[in-house]
C-alpha cells in the first residue's frame, strides 16, 4: 500500500508519550501513531455492530412473529 505523510503538532509532553510508548513496544513513533489510528477506526464497525445486535435483541419478537422463526427452525431440523 501507498503511503502518505501526514504532519501533525503536538505538545513535547504528547510527543515523549508516543515516543516512550512506541518504544515499548518495539516500533517507530511512525507505526505506533498508525496502529493507533486503525484501532481508533476498527471502533466505529465495533459500535456499529454493537447497535445492530441491541436491535436485533428489541424487536427479537416481532422477527420471530413476522418470518414464524420457531416453525422455520423446525422445519430446518427435520430436513
Known sequence: MAKTQLNVRVDETTAEAARRQAG????SVNRYIEELVKQDAGEIGKTF???AADFMKQYESVFAE???TETATTDRGTR
Open 24 to 27: 515499548r513496544r518495539g516500533m
Open 49 to 51: 455492530v454493537e447497535s
Open 66 to 68: 413476522e418470518f414464524d
